[in-house]
Protein backbone atom coordinates (compact mmCIF):
# COMPACT_ATOMS: atom_id res chain seq x y z
CA UNK A 1 0.00 0.00 0.00
CA UNK A 2 1.40 3.27 -0.74
CA UNK A 3 1.54 6.36 1.49
CA UNK A 4 -1.46 7.56 -1.02
CA UNK A 5 -3.41 4.44 -0.38
CA UNK A 6 -3.33 4.25 3.03
CA UNK A 7 -6.80 3.79 4.62
CA UNK A 8 -8.67 6.81 5.93
CA UNK A 9 -10.59 5.99 9.16
CA UNK A 10 -13.44 8.51 8.94
CA UNK A 11 -14.88 7.06 12.03
CA UNK A 12 -14.36 8.38 16.20
CA UNK A 13 -14.88 6.67 19.01
CA UNK A 14 -13.40 3.26 17.71
CA UNK A 15 -9.84 3.77 19.21
CA UNK A 16 -11.73 1.05 22.62
CA UNK A 17 -12.83 -1.70 20.53
CA UNK A 18 -9.51 -1.68 18.90
CA UNK A 19 -7.61 -1.59 22.38
CA UNK A 20 -9.99 -4.75 23.61
CA UNK A 21 -9.86 -6.91 20.30
CA UNK A 22 -5.90 -6.42 20.73
CA UNK A 23 -6.26 -8.65 23.76
CA UNK A 24 -7.58 -11.75 21.71
CA UNK A 25 -4.70 -13.86 20.80
CA UNK A 26 -4.31 -15.54 17.27
CA UNK A 27 -2.40 -18.98 17.38
CA UNK A 28 -0.97 -21.11 15.22
CA UNK A 29 0.79 -24.55 15.50
CA UNK A 30 1.18 -23.30 18.98
CA UNK A 31 2.74 -20.61 18.58
CA UNK A 32 1.49 -16.68 19.36
CA UNK A 33 0.86 -14.49 16.45
CA UNK A 34 1.70 -11.20 17.50
CA UNK A 35 -0.14 -8.49 15.96
CA UNK A 36 0.94 -6.86 12.57
CA UNK A 37 3.60 -9.69 13.17
CA UNK A 38 4.94 -12.40 11.12
CA UNK A 39 5.51 -16.22 11.79
CA UNK A 40 7.51 -18.66 9.48
CA UNK A 41 7.07 -21.94 9.50
CA UNK A 42 7.85 -25.53 7.91
CA UNK A 43 5.77 -26.35 5.10
CA UNK A 44 5.08 -29.97 6.78
CA UNK A 45 3.70 -27.48 9.83
CA UNK A 46 1.76 -25.19 7.60
CA UNK A 47 -0.26 -27.96 5.88
CA UNK A 48 -1.24 -29.58 9.15
CA UNK A 49 -1.56 -27.33 12.19
CA UNK A 50 -4.65 -25.00 12.25
CA UNK A 51 -5.78 -21.26 14.17
CA UNK A 52 -6.84 -20.69 17.16
CA UNK A 53 -8.75 -17.66 18.21
CA UNK A 54 -7.39 -17.55 21.99
CA UNK A 55 -10.08 -15.46 23.98
CA UNK A 56 -8.01 -15.75 27.11
CA UNK A 57 -5.38 -17.21 29.20
CA UNK A 58 -7.69 -18.18 31.38
CA UNK A 59 -11.54 -19.09 32.47
CA UNK A 60 -11.87 -15.66 34.26
CA UNK A 61 -9.01 -13.78 31.79
CA UNK A 62 -11.54 -14.47 29.31
CA UNK A 63 -14.85 -13.37 30.64
CA UNK A 64 -13.01 -10.60 31.90
CA UNK A 65 -11.80 -10.13 27.47
CA UNK A 66 -15.71 -10.68 26.09
CA UNK A 67 -17.03 -8.79 28.47
CA UNK A 68 -14.87 -5.26 28.13
CA UNK A 69 -14.98 -5.96 24.18
CA UNK A 70 -19.02 -6.24 24.44
CA UNK A 71 -18.43 -2.94 26.55
CA UNK A 72 -16.88 -1.34 23.78
CA UNK A 73 -18.53 -2.33 21.02
CA UNK A 74 -21.56 -0.88 22.94
CA UNK A 75 -20.02 1.93 24.26
CA UNK A 76 -19.19 2.96 20.76
CA UNK A 77 -22.61 3.40 19.93
CA UNK A 78 -23.73 -0.05 18.58
CA UNK A 79 -26.08 -2.99 19.67
CA UNK A 80 -24.30 -6.14 20.40
CA UNK A 81 -26.61 -7.88 17.62
CA UNK A 82 -25.51 -5.70 14.75
CA UNK A 83 -21.46 -6.78 15.22
CA UNK A 84 -19.49 -10.00 14.89
CA UNK A 85 -16.27 -10.85 15.32
CA UNK A 86 -14.53 -12.74 12.59
CA UNK A 87 -11.64 -14.60 11.83
CA UNK A 88 -10.53 -13.89 7.17
CA UNK A 89 -7.79 -15.85 6.20
CA UNK A 90 -6.47 -14.92 2.66
CA UNK A 91 -4.16 -16.60 0.18
CA UNK A 92 -2.45 -13.83 -1.43
CA UNK A 93 -0.82 -15.51 -4.68
CA UNK A 94 -4.41 -17.49 -5.19
CA UNK A 95 -6.00 -14.01 -4.14
CA UNK A 96 -8.56 -15.65 -2.17
CA UNK A 97 -9.82 -14.47 0.85
CA UNK A 98 -12.32 -16.56 3.04
CA UNK A 99 -14.40 -15.83 5.99
CA UNK A 100 -13.08 -18.77 8.07
CA UNK A 101 -14.91 -18.29 11.28
CA UNK A 102 -17.41 -15.55 12.30
CA UNK A 103 -19.76 -15.58 14.88
CA UNK A 104 -22.27 -12.51 16.82
CA UNK A 105 -20.26 -10.46 19.04
CA UNK A 106 -23.03 -11.34 21.71
CA UNK A 107 -22.86 -14.74 21.51
CA UNK A 108 -19.16 -14.81 22.15
CA UNK A 109 -18.93 -15.75 25.82
CA UNK A 110 -20.91 -19.28 24.40
CA UNK A 111 -17.48 -20.18 22.94
CA UNK A 112 -14.54 -21.08 25.20
CA UNK A 113 -11.21 -20.17 26.08
CA UNK A 114 -9.70 -21.58 22.23
CA UNK A 115 -11.59 -21.43 19.30
CA UNK A 116 -9.99 -23.55 17.19
CA UNK A 117 -10.43 -22.85 12.89
CA UNK A 118 -9.42 -24.87 10.14
CA UNK A 119 -9.00 -28.54 11.34
CA UNK A 120 -9.11 -31.23 8.78
CA UNK A 121 -12.41 -31.78 6.64
CA UNK A 122 -13.25 -27.98 6.48
CA UNK A 123 -9.38 -26.35 5.58
CA UNK A 124 -9.63 -23.24 4.66
CA UNK A 125 -8.00 -22.40 1.29
CA UNK A 126 -4.99 -19.89 2.75
CA UNK A 127 -4.06 -23.06 5.12
CA UNK A 128 -3.33 -25.38 1.85
CA UNK A 129 -1.43 -22.79 -0.39
CA UNK A 130 1.97 -22.42 1.14
CA UNK A 131 4.10 -20.91 -1.42
CA UNK A 132 1.95 -17.43 -0.78
CA UNK A 133 1.46 -17.97 3.04
CA UNK A 134 -1.40 -16.89 4.57
CA UNK A 135 -2.76 -13.86 5.61
CA UNK A 136 -5.23 -13.55 8.65
CA UNK A 137 -7.39 -10.97 9.70
CA UNK A 138 -8.97 -10.86 13.33
CA UNK A 139 -11.71 -8.18 13.00
CA UNK A 140 -14.80 -7.00 14.83
CA UNK A 141 -16.74 -5.90 11.95
CA UNK A 142 -20.61 -4.70 11.61
CA UNK A 143 -22.90 -7.74 10.63
CA UNK A 144 -25.59 -5.18 8.72
CA UNK A 145 -26.40 -2.11 7.06
CA UNK A 146 -26.88 0.60 9.72
CA UNK A 147 -28.47 4.47 8.88
CA UNK A 148 -26.18 6.32 7.77
CA UNK A 149 -24.41 9.02 10.17
CA UNK A 150 -21.44 11.30 9.86
CA UNK A 151 -18.08 9.53 11.28
CA UNK A 152 -20.34 6.19 12.38
CA UNK A 153 -19.69 2.81 10.34
CA UNK A 154 -22.72 2.42 8.60
CA UNK A 155 -21.98 -0.14 5.92
CA UNK A 156 -22.40 -4.24 6.18
CA UNK A 157 -19.11 -5.60 6.33
CA UNK A 158 -17.32 -2.13 7.62
CA UNK A 159 -14.27 -3.06 10.36
CA UNK A 160 -14.54 -1.17 13.46
CA UNK A 161 -11.26 -3.06 14.70
CA UNK A 162 -8.89 -5.61 13.39
CA UNK A 163 -5.73 -7.22 13.80
CA UNK A 164 -3.69 -8.75 11.23
CA UNK A 165 -0.81 -11.89 11.28
CA UNK A 166 1.07 -13.57 8.24
CA UNK A 167 1.99 -16.97 8.44
CA UNK A 168 5.01 -18.24 5.64
CA UNK A 169 6.46 -20.67 5.19
CA UNK A 170 10.09 -21.11 4.11
CA UNK A 171 9.48 -21.74 0.30
CA UNK A 172 8.74 -17.84 1.20
CA UNK A 173 11.58 -16.02 2.97
CA UNK A 174 14.01 -13.89 1.67
CA UNK A 175 16.48 -15.47 -0.56
CA UNK A 176 17.30 -16.23 -4.00
CA UNK A 177 18.24 -19.14 -5.98
CA UNK A 178 21.35 -17.63 -8.06
CA UNK A 179 20.92 -18.51 -11.82
CA UNK A 180 23.59 -18.92 -13.92
CA UNK A 181 25.27 -16.34 -15.63
CA UNK A 182 26.04 -18.22 -19.37
CA UNK A 183 27.30 -16.71 -22.42
CA UNK A 184 24.05 -15.73 -23.46
CA UNK A 185 22.90 -13.78 -20.19
CA UNK A 186 26.17 -12.10 -20.68
CA UNK A 187 25.30 -10.96 -24.16
CA UNK A 188 21.50 -9.92 -23.46
CA UNK A 189 23.05 -7.35 -20.39
CA UNK A 190 26.09 -6.79 -22.51
CA UNK A 191 28.71 -7.80 -19.76
CA UNK A 192 32.27 -8.96 -20.47
CA UNK A 193 33.25 -12.48 -20.39
CA UNK A 194 34.98 -12.52 -17.36
CA UNK A 195 31.73 -10.92 -14.89
CA UNK A 196 31.12 -13.45 -12.18
CA UNK A 197 28.17 -11.91 -11.03
CA UNK A 198 25.04 -10.03 -11.97
CA UNK A 199 22.54 -8.74 -8.98
CA UNK A 200 19.19 -7.07 -10.52
CA UNK A 201 17.10 -5.33 -8.00
CA UNK A 202 13.45 -3.55 -8.90
CA UNK A 203 10.47 -2.35 -7.40
CA UNK A 204 11.85 -3.34 -3.51
CA UNK A 205 10.05 -1.51 -2.05
CA UNK A 206 6.50 -1.74 -3.40
CA UNK A 207 3.96 -3.77 -1.42
CA UNK A 208 2.01 -5.08 -4.30
CA UNK A 209 5.22 -6.61 -5.91
CA UNK A 210 5.99 -10.55 -4.84
CA UNK A 211 9.72 -9.86 -3.39
CA UNK A 212 10.90 -13.25 -4.78
CA UNK A 213 10.29 -11.92 -8.26
CA UNK A 214 12.45 -7.76 -6.97
CA UNK A 215 15.77 -9.33 -6.84
CA UNK A 216 17.07 -12.22 -9.24
CA UNK A 217 21.15 -12.86 -8.52
CA UNK A 218 23.10 -14.41 -11.82
CA UNK A 219 26.33 -16.51 -10.71
CA UNK A 220 28.78 -17.83 -13.34
CA UNK A 221 27.59 -20.78 -14.49
CA UNK A 222 31.15 -22.52 -13.27
CA UNK A 223 31.23 -21.23 -10.12
CA UNK A 224 27.70 -21.73 -9.44
CA UNK A 225 28.17 -25.46 -10.31
CA UNK A 226 31.42 -25.43 -7.64
CA UNK A 227 28.79 -24.01 -5.10
CA UNK A 228 26.44 -26.94 -6.13
CA UNK A 229 28.92 -29.54 -5.48
CA UNK A 230 30.43 -28.46 -2.70
CA UNK A 231 27.78 -26.84 -0.64
CA UNK A 232 29.40 -26.60 2.72
CA UNK A 233 33.20 -26.29 2.29
CA UNK A 234 34.15 -23.27 3.77
CA UNK A 235 34.78 -21.40 0.55
CA UNK A 236 31.26 -22.58 -0.06
CA UNK A 237 29.79 -20.80 2.91
CA UNK A 238 31.72 -17.89 2.53
CA UNK A 239 31.21 -17.22 -0.93
CA UNK A 240 26.96 -17.70 0.25
CA UNK A 241 27.35 -15.38 2.67
CA UNK A 242 29.06 -12.68 0.46
CA UNK A 243 26.14 -13.00 -2.40
CA UNK A 244 23.75 -12.20 0.41
CA UNK A 245 25.66 -9.72 1.39
CA UNK A 246 25.57 -8.29 -2.10
CA UNK A 247 22.00 -9.08 -2.97
CA UNK A 248 20.56 -6.92 -0.04
CA UNK A 249 23.28 -4.02 -0.90
CA UNK A 250 21.71 -4.06 -4.18
CA UNK A 251 18.23 -3.41 -2.27
CA UNK A 252 19.41 -1.33 -0.04
CA UNK A 253 20.32 1.01 -3.00
CA UNK A 254 17.34 0.18 -4.51
CA UNK A 255 15.49 0.90 -1.90
CA UNK A 256 16.92 4.25 -1.00
CA UNK A 257 16.19 5.13 -4.59
CA UNK A 258 13.31 4.32 -5.15
CA UNK A 259 11.90 6.01 -1.56
CA UNK A 260 13.95 9.36 -2.55
CA UNK A 261 12.24 9.46 -6.64
CA UNK A 262 8.90 9.42 -4.10
CA UNK A 263 8.49 5.74 -5.62
CA UNK A 264 8.27 4.02 -2.06
CA UNK A 265 6.97 5.12 0.86
CA UNK A 266 9.07 6.94 3.77
CA UNK A 267 6.96 4.92 5.93
CA UNK A 268 8.38 1.08 7.08
CA UNK A 269 4.07 0.06 7.96
CA UNK A 270 3.09 1.17 4.45
CA UNK A 271 5.64 -1.10 2.48
CA UNK A 272 6.59 -4.22 5.46
CA UNK A 273 5.19 -6.45 2.94
CA UNK A 274 7.66 -5.53 0.05
CA UNK A 275 10.95 -7.07 0.17
CA UNK A 276 12.95 -4.21 1.11
CA UNK A 277 9.95 -4.45 4.13
CA UNK A 278 11.03 -7.98 5.01
CA UNK A 279 14.86 -7.02 4.87
CA UNK A 280 13.87 -4.78 7.67
CA UNK A 281 11.28 -6.68 9.63
CA UNK A 282 13.58 -9.32 10.00
CA UNK A 283 16.35 -7.29 11.14
CA UNK A 284 14.12 -5.39 13.75
CA UNK A 285 12.49 -8.56 14.89
CA UNK A 286 13.21 -8.86 18.70
CA UNK A 287 11.56 -12.22 20.10
CA UNK A 288 9.35 -12.82 17.46
CA UNK A 289 7.80 -9.34 17.48
CA UNK A 290 8.99 -6.46 15.36
CA UNK A 291 10.33 -3.58 17.23
CA UNK A 292 8.25 -1.19 15.01
CA UNK A 293 10.43 1.90 16.04
CA UNK A 294 13.56 -0.02 15.39
CA UNK A 295 11.90 -1.16 11.98
CA UNK A 296 11.34 2.84 10.83
CA UNK A 297 14.62 4.08 12.28
CA UNK A 298 16.21 1.17 9.86
CA UNK A 299 13.52 2.10 6.51
CA UNK A 300 14.59 6.19 7.74
CA UNK A 301 18.42 4.44 7.34
CA UNK A 302 18.21 2.72 4.34
CA UNK A 303 17.04 6.19 2.64
CA UNK A 304 19.24 8.75 3.84
CA UNK A 305 22.57 6.61 4.90
CA UNK A 306 22.09 3.89 2.66
CA UNK A 307 25.95 2.39 3.28
CA UNK A 308 25.66 2.68 7.29
CA UNK A 309 22.09 0.42 6.62
CA UNK A 310 24.25 -2.11 4.62
CA UNK A 311 26.94 -1.74 7.34
CA UNK A 312 23.78 -2.83 9.52
CA UNK A 313 22.98 -6.21 8.01
CA UNK A 314 26.93 -7.41 7.84
CA UNK A 315 26.63 -7.23 11.81
CA UNK A 316 23.43 -8.73 11.74
CA UNK A 317 24.52 -11.42 9.34
CA UNK A 318 25.21 -14.56 11.38
CA UNK A 319 28.77 -16.15 11.50
CA UNK A 320 29.66 -13.98 8.78
CA UNK A 321 33.13 -13.23 10.41
CA UNK A 322 33.65 -16.92 11.41
CA UNK A 323 32.86 -17.79 7.81
CA UNK A 324 35.53 -15.19 5.91
CA UNK A 325 37.87 -16.21 8.63
CA UNK A 326 37.78 -19.74 8.32
CA UNK A 327 37.50 -19.43 4.05
CA UNK A 328 40.78 -17.00 3.81
CA UNK A 329 42.84 -19.02 6.30
CA UNK A 330 41.47 -22.42 4.15
CA UNK A 331 42.30 -20.86 0.41
CA UNK A 332 45.92 -19.98 2.58
CA UNK A 333 47.11 -23.79 3.73
CA UNK B 1 1.00 -36.17 -4.98
CA UNK B 2 3.28 -35.58 -7.59
CA UNK B 3 3.30 -32.85 -10.50
CA UNK B 4 5.86 -31.46 -13.24
CA UNK B 5 7.50 -28.37 -12.37
CA UNK B 6 9.86 -25.89 -14.07
CA UNK B 7 12.83 -24.49 -11.56
CA UNK B 8 13.60 -20.49 -12.27
CA UNK B 9 17.22 -21.32 -13.75
CA UNK B 10 15.27 -23.71 -16.15
CA UNK B 11 12.83 -21.64 -17.04
CA UNK B 12 15.27 -18.66 -17.97
CA UNK B 13 17.15 -21.12 -20.51
CA UNK B 14 14.08 -22.55 -21.96
CA UNK B 15 12.52 -19.46 -22.56
CA UNK B 16 15.44 -17.96 -24.48
CA UNK B 17 16.22 -21.27 -26.37
CA UNK B 18 12.58 -21.03 -27.23
CA UNK B 19 12.87 -17.71 -28.17
CA UNK B 20 16.01 -18.37 -30.36
CA UNK B 21 14.92 -21.83 -31.94
CA UNK B 22 11.19 -21.90 -31.65
CA UNK B 23 9.14 -24.27 -28.81
CA UNK B 24 9.99 -27.67 -28.48
CA UNK B 25 8.57 -30.37 -25.87
CA UNK B 26 10.67 -30.58 -22.44
CA UNK B 27 11.79 -34.15 -22.04
CA UNK B 28 10.88 -36.67 -19.99
CA UNK B 29 14.71 -36.46 -19.00
CA UNK B 30 14.98 -32.94 -18.40
CA UNK B 31 11.19 -32.58 -16.56
CA UNK B 32 11.89 -32.15 -13.05
CA UNK B 33 8.74 -33.12 -10.13
CA UNK B 34 7.40 -31.77 -7.05
CA UNK B 35 5.55 -33.84 -4.13
CA UNK B 36 5.14 -37.37 -3.59
CA UNK B 37 2.49 -40.15 -4.33
CA UNK B 38 0.76 -40.77 -6.92
CA UNK B 39 1.07 -38.71 -10.08
CA UNK B 40 -1.31 -35.39 -10.77
CA UNK B 41 -3.96 -36.30 -13.18
CA UNK B 42 -3.19 -33.23 -16.12
CA UNK B 43 -5.47 -34.84 -18.97
CA UNK B 44 -7.98 -32.15 -18.55
CA UNK B 45 -5.11 -29.71 -18.70
CA UNK B 46 -3.01 -31.18 -21.87
CA UNK B 47 -7.01 -31.10 -23.85
CA UNK B 48 -7.70 -27.66 -22.62
CA UNK B 49 -4.23 -26.84 -24.20
CA UNK B 50 -4.55 -28.74 -27.29
CA UNK B 51 -8.50 -26.78 -27.56
CA UNK B 52 -6.82 -23.49 -26.68
CA UNK B 53 -4.24 -23.79 -29.46
CA UNK B 54 -6.58 -25.11 -32.01
CA UNK B 55 -9.18 -22.18 -31.57
CA UNK B 56 -6.14 -19.59 -31.37
CA UNK B 57 -5.15 -21.06 -34.96
CA UNK B 58 -8.56 -19.86 -36.06
CA UNK B 59 -7.99 -16.76 -33.99
CA UNK B 60 -5.20 -15.53 -35.69
CA UNK B 61 -6.52 -15.87 -38.73
CA UNK B 62 -10.38 -13.71 -38.25
CA UNK B 63 -11.35 -10.22 -37.93
CA UNK B 64 -11.08 -10.01 -34.12
CA UNK B 65 -7.29 -10.97 -34.28
CA UNK B 66 -6.15 -7.62 -33.38
CA UNK B 67 -7.75 -7.84 -29.94
CA UNK B 68 -5.54 -10.16 -28.04
CA UNK B 69 -6.83 -9.61 -24.72
CA UNK B 70 -10.67 -11.20 -25.32
CA UNK B 71 -8.99 -14.24 -26.49
CA UNK B 72 -6.75 -14.32 -23.56
CA UNK B 73 -10.67 -14.16 -21.43
CA UNK B 74 -11.80 -16.82 -23.81
CA UNK B 75 -8.97 -19.33 -23.13
CA UNK B 76 -8.81 -18.18 -19.31
CA UNK B 77 -12.43 -20.30 -18.73
CA UNK B 78 -10.57 -23.00 -20.26
CA UNK B 79 -7.59 -23.07 -18.51
CA UNK B 80 -9.21 -22.85 -15.41
CA UNK B 81 -11.89 -25.49 -16.07
CA UNK B 82 -9.21 -27.82 -16.50
CA UNK B 83 -7.17 -27.10 -13.60
CA UNK B 84 -9.93 -25.89 -10.65
CA UNK B 85 -9.74 -29.28 -9.75
CA UNK B 86 -6.00 -29.77 -8.74
CA UNK B 87 -4.95 -29.53 -4.98
CA UNK B 88 -4.41 -25.96 -3.92
CA UNK B 89 -0.98 -27.07 -3.23
CA UNK B 90 -0.07 -27.68 -6.88
CA UNK B 91 -2.01 -24.36 -7.88
CA UNK B 92 -0.26 -22.26 -5.17
CA UNK B 93 3.30 -23.30 -6.82
CA UNK B 94 5.04 -20.87 -9.57
CA UNK B 95 7.14 -23.62 -10.86
CA UNK B 96 3.63 -25.53 -11.71
CA UNK B 97 2.87 -22.67 -14.19
CA UNK B 98 5.64 -22.12 -15.04
CA UNK B 99 5.42 -25.87 -16.52
CA UNK B 100 1.77 -25.13 -18.01
CA UNK B 101 2.77 -22.13 -19.86
CA UNK B 102 6.22 -23.25 -21.46
CA UNK B 103 4.94 -27.23 -21.93
CA UNK B 104 1.37 -26.11 -22.94
CA UNK B 105 0.72 -22.74 -23.66
CA UNK B 106 4.02 -21.03 -25.06
CA UNK B 107 2.66 -20.33 -28.39
CA UNK B 108 -0.35 -18.75 -26.71
CA UNK B 109 1.96 -16.74 -24.81
CA UNK B 110 4.22 -15.80 -27.45
CA UNK B 111 1.32 -14.61 -29.51
CA UNK B 112 -0.20 -12.63 -26.50
CA UNK B 113 2.82 -10.97 -25.36
CA UNK B 114 4.73 -10.76 -28.57
CA UNK B 115 6.16 -7.05 -28.36
CA UNK B 116 7.67 -8.05 -25.00
CA UNK B 117 9.39 -10.87 -25.99
CA UNK B 118 10.78 -9.58 -29.37
CA UNK B 119 12.38 -6.72 -26.86
CA UNK B 120 14.95 -9.66 -26.40
CA UNK B 121 15.11 -7.65 -22.53
CA UNK B 122 14.43 -10.81 -19.71
CA UNK B 123 13.80 -8.12 -17.60
CA UNK B 124 10.81 -7.35 -19.78
CA UNK B 125 10.29 -10.79 -20.61
CA UNK B 126 10.61 -12.90 -18.09
CA UNK B 127 7.87 -12.30 -15.66
CA UNK B 128 4.96 -13.56 -18.73
CA UNK B 129 6.19 -17.06 -17.87
CA UNK B 130 7.91 -17.40 -14.51
CA UNK B 131 4.60 -16.60 -12.60
CA UNK B 132 6.57 -15.04 -9.38
CA UNK B 133 4.27 -11.99 -9.73
CA UNK B 134 0.96 -14.22 -10.34
CA UNK B 135 -0.95 -10.72 -11.82
CA UNK B 136 1.86 -10.39 -14.37
CA UNK B 137 2.60 -14.10 -15.84
CA UNK B 138 0.11 -15.30 -18.59
CA UNK B 139 -1.17 -18.14 -17.65
CA UNK B 140 -1.40 -17.35 -13.99
CA UNK B 141 -3.52 -14.39 -14.70
CA UNK B 142 -5.77 -16.28 -17.00
CA UNK B 143 -6.19 -18.44 -14.19
CA UNK B 144 -6.87 -15.56 -11.59
CA UNK B 145 -9.48 -13.92 -14.26
CA UNK B 146 -11.49 -16.96 -15.09
CA UNK B 147 -11.52 -17.49 -10.91
CA UNK B 148 -12.99 -14.21 -10.55
CA UNK B 149 -15.66 -14.48 -13.84
CA UNK B 150 -16.95 -17.59 -13.25
CA UNK B 151 -20.37 -18.29 -12.20
CA UNK B 152 -20.68 -21.82 -11.53
CA UNK B 153 -19.29 -23.07 -15.13
CA UNK B 154 -19.75 -19.80 -17.02
CA UNK B 155 -16.95 -18.41 -17.66
CA UNK B 156 -18.15 -15.95 -20.13
CA UNK B 157 -17.23 -12.26 -18.35
CA UNK B 158 -14.11 -13.12 -19.01
CA UNK B 159 -14.10 -11.93 -22.53
CA UNK B 160 -17.76 -10.30 -22.73
CA UNK B 161 -15.32 -7.45 -23.37
CA UNK B 162 -13.55 -6.33 -26.15
CA UNK B 163 -10.13 -4.75 -26.00
CA UNK B 164 -10.74 -4.73 -22.29
CA UNK B 165 -6.54 -5.11 -20.96
CA UNK B 166 -6.66 -1.86 -19.53
CA UNK B 167 -9.98 -2.80 -17.22
CA UNK B 168 -8.65 -6.51 -16.03
CA UNK B 169 -4.96 -5.80 -15.69
CA UNK B 170 -5.00 -2.60 -14.64
CA UNK B 171 -7.93 -2.41 -12.28
CA UNK B 172 -8.70 -5.90 -11.21
CA UNK B 173 -5.59 -8.06 -11.18
CA UNK B 174 -3.49 -6.13 -9.79
CA UNK B 175 -5.65 -4.51 -7.23
CA UNK B 176 -7.63 -5.86 -4.12
CA UNK B 177 -10.89 -6.30 -5.94
CA UNK B 178 -9.49 -8.64 -7.16
CA UNK B 179 -10.13 -11.29 -3.91
CA UNK B 180 -13.90 -10.48 -4.16
CA UNK B 181 -14.92 -12.24 -7.16
CA UNK B 182 -18.52 -10.12 -6.25
CA UNK B 183 -16.78 -6.95 -6.98
CA UNK B 184 -14.61 -7.55 -9.48
CA UNK B 185 -17.36 -8.96 -11.74
CA UNK B 186 -20.06 -6.01 -10.45
CA UNK B 187 -17.47 -3.75 -12.26
CA UNK B 188 -17.13 -5.63 -14.98
CA UNK B 189 -20.29 -5.99 -15.70
CA UNK B 190 -20.94 -2.06 -14.86
CA UNK B 191 -18.50 -1.58 -17.49
CA UNK B 192 -20.48 -4.02 -19.92
CA UNK B 193 -23.39 -1.92 -19.74
CA UNK B 194 -21.85 1.54 -20.08
CA UNK B 195 -18.18 1.50 -21.34
CA UNK B 196 -16.17 3.93 -19.19
CA UNK B 197 -13.56 6.36 -20.81
CA UNK B 198 -9.89 5.28 -19.29
CA UNK B 199 -10.23 8.63 -16.90
CA UNK B 200 -13.31 7.48 -15.86
CA UNK B 201 -12.51 3.76 -15.35
CA UNK B 202 -9.43 5.16 -13.06
CA UNK B 203 -11.39 7.39 -11.14
CA UNK B 204 -13.75 4.73 -10.35
CA UNK B 205 -11.44 2.15 -9.59
CA UNK B 206 -9.84 4.86 -6.94
CA UNK B 207 -13.06 5.66 -5.24
CA UNK B 208 -13.94 1.96 -5.45
CA UNK B 209 -10.98 1.43 -3.38
CA UNK B 210 -11.92 4.13 -1.17
CA UNK B 211 -15.31 2.83 -0.50
CA UNK B 212 -14.08 -0.59 0.12
CA UNK B 213 -11.04 0.18 2.24
CA UNK B 214 -12.63 -0.07 5.34
CA UNK B 215 -14.73 -3.28 4.49
CA UNK B 216 -13.86 -6.72 5.52
CA UNK B 217 -13.70 -7.60 1.11
CA UNK B 218 -14.56 -11.48 1.62
CA UNK B 219 -17.74 -10.47 3.48
CA UNK B 220 -19.29 -8.43 0.11
CA UNK B 221 -21.99 -10.51 -1.56
CA UNK B 222 -23.81 -9.75 -5.00
CA UNK B 223 -26.01 -7.19 -4.26
CA UNK B 224 -23.76 -5.20 -2.07
CA UNK B 225 -21.22 -5.15 -4.88
CA UNK B 226 -23.67 -3.54 -7.25
CA UNK B 227 -24.14 -0.92 -4.67
CA UNK B 228 -20.95 -0.30 -4.45
CA UNK B 229 -19.71 -0.21 -7.88
CA UNK B 230 -22.29 2.17 -8.85
CA UNK B 231 -21.32 4.37 -6.09
CA UNK B 232 -18.01 5.02 -7.44
CA UNK B 233 -18.99 5.43 -10.41
CA UNK B 234 -21.84 7.84 -9.66
CA UNK B 235 -19.49 9.96 -7.52
CA UNK B 236 -16.41 11.15 -10.32
CA UNK B 237 -13.20 12.79 -8.62
CA UNK B 238 -12.98 13.08 -5.43
Known amino acids: MTSEQRVVRPYAGLESVQRRLTRLRLEFAGQSLSASGRLSVAVTVFLAERITIVTGSDEQQRRTNVAELLEAVEQAGFAAHQVDLALVLGAPRLRVQQVAWRTPIDELDRHGQRIDVGGAGARPVALAAPFGGCDATLAVVLADDLDPRPLRPFRRGTWLARTHHRIA ?126 AQHYWTTVKNQPERAVALIEGWLPDFKNALVNSISEGAS | MRYPIVPIDHCMTLTAEYLAKGWRPIEPDEMALSGRGPDADLRALADAATLIRARLAEYRDSDEASDRDRFEGEAAGMLHRATRELPLMVLDDPQFWRFVGLQHLWQFVHWRERERFDSGEPTRYLRLVDARVPHECVVTRMFLRAQVARRGDDYTLASALGDSAELWHGHILKRDVAASPPLARALVASHLDARMSSSELRTTSRNLERLTANLVTAMIDDDQARDLVALARSTGEV
Open chain 1, 169 to 294: TDLGQIGFTPIPLTEEVRAEHELPARTLRLITAERVTDPEMDPDASLTVYVDQEVLAQLAAEPRSRGSRSLQMQLFLDAMTAVVHAGSREIAAGEGSDTFLDAQESLLGSLVRQMAAREDEVDMEL
